[in-house]
């Protein structure tokens, strides 16, 4: 949920950003290819890496790198500058999402995959991003986009805080100690 606010915010706001520190359509479609070309490859390797770190820890550096895209966005003074964290984007939405996915399937009761996913996808891109472009939308009008995504950042680290404190205290956190993370294996009934 908090990572579908944060897209919210940002999906709907960084080309505003562009824009004011005179941005052009080009650039904008220039942050966009910037993404799609370091997302893609990273659908690939997600797997391994939610191997090797845990979901928990995909989903911690997820919520750090929407911290550091609001930084940037912030601070940037011309469109150029916000292409590292349209990189960041690509990266972190498909380990992200490729870890999500995994491990909704692999928590779903039987039978019950698909709505979990569907639950997964509500939460993320049905209520998360709606209700980041509602509360992007106020505090932009309000205090401005450079405001806004440094507003942002600071919620979202105040999060990964958090997080990364009950992580710490959760008996079975894999942040501790990452455990791989597989599908089920379907029994094969005769």
């Known amino acids: 949920f908090v990572v579908g606010v944060s897209s919210g915010i940002i999906e709907n706001f960084a080309y505003v950003r562009i824009r004011e ?34 979901a928990d820890r995909v989903i911690v550096l997820s919520l750090i790198s929407y911290v550091a895209r609001f930084v940037i966005y912030a601070m940037m003074r011309n ?25 909704a399937s692999r928590i779903a009761p039987p039978g019950l995959g698909a709505t979990m996913l569907m639950f997964l996808n509500a939460m993320y891109g049905g209520l998360g991003q709606s209700l980041g472009a509602i509360v992007g939308g106020k505090l932009q009008s309000k205090f401005g986009t450079v405001q ?14 958090l997080v990364i404190g009950y992580l710490h205290i ?18 094969h009934t005769e």
């Open 170 to 187: 959760r008996k079975e956190s894999n942040f501790k100690n990452p455990q791989p993370i597989v599908p089920k294996k379907k029994q």
């Open 79 to 103: 469109p150029l500058q916000g292409l590292p964290a349209e990189a960041l984007r690509g990266v972190t939405f498909a380990a992200f999402w490729s870890t999500c996915t995994i491990y």
């Open 21 to 54: 520190v005179g941005g052009t359509g080009k650039d904008m479609g220039l942050s966009r290819l910037v993404s799609s070309i370091a997302g893609a490859p990273m659908f690939w390797f997600s797997g391994p890496l939610t191997e090797m770190l845990g």
């Open 148 to 161: 806004t995504f440094l507003y942002s950042g600071v919620c979202d680290l105040c999060f990964v805080v």
